[in-house]
């Protein structure tokens, strides 16, 4: 009795560590230079697998992402000597390798801990991380709300505009930690039995969107209607496809979204215009794309190494903001297959719960507009959603 009550008391504090350890993730302008209390708290995680002889063979099944990390690491070194060689645009890389293996080790310790936990466990888990980052950023939330625009000097707001970012020097580290959270809300709702619970999830889905829209993140806003336009047809599909005379109702509906696309075709291709052309934020976007193609084409094999070569002009040294294309400047064509391989992987894992499915192809979708490589608490996410769905579909 007295083992079980300790054992329940100690996998309650690491879940608190790890509720800990991703707010603060997010929280960079409460870091000491290039590491805050996220990374401390990681590595006492890391530390603690070592000393435990946690660390178990390395497999594709139980450590995708740490396979992932080292081959990509060693194919942008291999471009970072092709750059340095050819002389194309030599850059600083101690950022980005520095950031690249701390998220390394993330991989390796939360993979190795996740492949011993069950799922009832990894559930627990995803319950704690995200109704302690509701009570939390909601709070925070409050505070922007009644005027607050600061903590003791640490501001709730993006560079003093009405935007809210707490404790972010970029309003997308905050961002990132609330993409997933509607959908893992739906999950919630869909798997707990208590109606409060069901209730509370419900409106907390609310709070989050509110909380989204005052990011001023576009990119975020694009990725959750998007994402939700999935769900929803999934959904449709599940359903009817349980009908009888499934075939022909599906053709009715695929003929019905036909005809709204062409009826919607000038609105549809009037916002698209708007996003790319009229908006200085799409036409900055556009042209880092164009850009980062043409970077690419220098070293398209083993790409150019770390840094960011793209700009208004050419290796300016602004992020691509969009992953695949950071990647291919990054890594070229081996680290893009490297990370496509990894992306099909995690969707092929996660496509067995809808709701854990959507929350990881918004976070796929956010990254099409921004770089979310060093994102630390992208990469915990998709490690707990991968064995969330593994663990379930075996239970």
């Known amino acids: ?9 100690t996998i309650f504090a690491e879940k608190i560590f790890i509720l800990m350890m991703v707010l603060f993730f997010g929280f960079t302008t409460l ?3 290039r590491f805050g209390i996220g990374e401390i708290i990681l590595l006492i995680l890391c530390i603690s697998q070592f000393l435990k002889s946690r660390i178990s063979a390395i497999t594709i099944q139980n450590h995708a992402f740490t396979i992932f990390w080292i081959v990509y690491l060693y194919i942008i070194t291999l471009g970072f000597s092709v750059n340095n060689l050819l002389g194309i645009a030599p850059q600083p890389v101690v950022f980005d390798y520095t950031s690249y293996i701390v998220i390394l080790f993330l991989c390796l310790t ?3 801990k996740f492949a011993m936990k069950s799922f009832t466990e990894l559930y627990s ?3 704690m991380v995200y109704w302690g980052g509701i009570l939390v950023i909601g709070f925070l939330y409050f505070l922007y709300l009644m005027g607050i625009d600061n903590i003791f000097g640490h501001y709730l707001t993006y560079d003093g505009a009405d935007i809210f970012s707490p404790f972010a020097s970029d309003y997308h580290q905050f961002a990132y930690f609330i993409t997933p959270l509607p959908f893992v809300a739906l999950y919630m709702i869909k798997r707990e039995n208590r109606f409060i619970v069901k209730l509370s999830a419900a409106l907390s889905i609310v709070l989050l969107i509110s909380m989204g829209l005052s990011t001023s993140s576009n990119t975020l806003v694009s990725s959750w209607v998007n994402a939700t336009i999935l769900i929803i047809a999934l959904l449709l599909w599940k359903k009817l496809r349980e009908q009888e005379r499934s075939a022909s109702i599906i053709s009715f509906f695929i003929c019905l979204a036909i005809i709204g696309l062409l009826f919607s075709f000038d609105n549809i291709m009037g ?3 708007d996003f790319f052309e009229e908006s200085s934020n799409g036409e900055h976007r556009i042209l880092l794309w164009i850009n980062s193609i043409k970077v690419w084409l220098y070293s398209p094999i083993v790409g150019l190494g770390p840094g960011s070569f793209s700009g208004n002009q050419l290796f300016q040294g602004t992020e691509a903001h969009n992953t695949f294309l950071q990647v291919l400047t990054q890594g070229g064509i081996l680290g893009g297959i490297a990370y496509v391989s990894l992306i099909s992987r995690l969707i092929k894992v996660t496509h067995v719960n809808i709701f854990i499915l959507c929350a990881v192809l918004s976070l796929i979708m956010y990254g099409f507009g921004i770089n979310d490589l060093r994102r630390t608490v992208l990469w915990f996410y998709f490690i707990m959603f991968y064995f969330l769905c593994m663990k379930e579909q075996r239970s």
């Open 1 to 9: 009795m007295e083992y079980r009550l300790k054992r329940r008391e």
């Open 31 to 33: 870091r000491f230079g």
């Open 110 to 112: 939360f993979e190795t």
């Open 125 to 127: 888990l995803l319950r």
């Open 271 to 273: 916002i698209v215009k």
